[in-house]
């Protein structure tokens, strides 16, 4: 079966960076356009990145543009997310999800058909 798990997460400071990391299995990954999605205590969750299925287009929300970078290796059936200058509001539990949804700039959670478990981001003031 399809499976997406997320590693990296963790505890780090204002300013400093996390690289997350998204291994698939149990599908044909260059099939699928890629995305990080975000979500915090008691908020609804909400999206980060996408990557094209080859991943030359990279689409982001505006609150991330400029710190972090989406990447694929299709080689590797992996997906990744630099995070750079953190900031507290970027603590959330990240997950990464798989569409085969037509389109490069795939925004919507519904519009993703895999989804991992998340890995805890937390950063610290």
């Known amino acids: 079966q399809v499976q997406l798990v997320e590693s990296g997460g963790g505890l780090v400071q204002a300013g400093e960076s996390l690289r997350l990391s998204c291994a698939a299995s149990?599908?044909?990954?260059?099939?699928?356009?890629m995305g990080w999605f975000r979500q915090a205590p008691g908020k609804e969750r909400e999206f980060v990145s996408t990557?094209?299925?080859?991943?030359?287009?990279?689409y982001y929300a505006d609150y991330v543009k400029g710190r972090f970078t989406i990447s694929r290796d299709n080689a590797k059936n992996t997906v990744y997310l630099q995070m750079n200058g953190l900031k507290p509001e970027d603590t959330a539990v990240y997950f990464c999800?798989?569409?085969?949804?037509?389109?490069?700039?795939?925004?919507?959670?519904?519009?993703?058909?895999?989804w991992g478990q998340g890995t805890q981001v937390t950063v610290s003031s």
């Open positions: 999800a798989a569409t085969y949804t037509p389109g490069d700039y795939v925004v919507t959670s519904s519009d993703y058909n895999y």
């Open positions: 149990g599908l044909t990954f260059s099939y699928y356009a």
């Open positions: 990557i094209s299925r080859g991943g030359g287009r990279t």
